[in-house]
């Protein structure tokens, strides 16, 4: 079904009775590869709007979403509360040319954008899988958060 200028679809995964549900951007996405070809300042912005709008989108398509699911953005700051005592906070760290995330599961984190992803350097993780994997435990539901720009996903 269409939504604006986005697509949903579901897919079952054979063997499991999981529910993915995959938003696909219908118009093309620019990704950028170094810092050096694009200010920080359009990266970021352009990274943490698609997250919030993504994450915002959760709830119409998850089951027994938790009553104080909540994702608030003020253009520096997202923060994503997900029940009682779980709550993401994400902002952009200028000087550093990083975004921070801070996780109630796994801590605080800093991300370069190397290579077209927010990578952490202490073990080359992608952000945007990081939050895949903890927010599908949290809300007990496997998803994929692929339409945030300038975080591409290697491909198996």
Sequence with gaps: Q???????YQRRVRGTNT???????????NF????????????????LETL???LEELPDFIPDVPDLFDVEY?????TLKIKEGYTYVINRQT???????????SGPKRY?????????????????????????ELLEFEFELNT?????????
């Excluded at 529910?19 to 996405?29: D, E, Q």
């Excluded at 810092?35 to 920080?40: D, E, I, Q, T, W």
């Excluded at 370069?112 to 599908?136: A, T």
């Design 2 to 8: 269409l939504n604006g200028n986005k697509q949903w």
């Design 19 to 29: 529910l993915f549900h995959t938003l696909i951007a219908t118009t093309p996405v």
């Design 32 to 47: 950028t590869r170094s810092l050096s070809s694009a200010p920080f300042d359009v990266v970021v912005i352009e990274t």
């Design 52 to 54: 919030a709008e993504a």
């Design 74 to 78: 003020n253009g520096e700051v997202l």
């Design 95 to 105: 000087p550093n040319q990083q975004i921070w995330l801070s996780s109630p599961i």
């Design 112 to 136: 370069d954008f190397v290579d077209g992803n927010w990578r952490y350097s202490h073990d080359d993780s992608c952000m945007i899988g990081l939050l895949e994997s903890e927010l599908s």
């Design 148 to 156: 945030v720009r300038h975080c591409l996903l290697p491909f198996s």
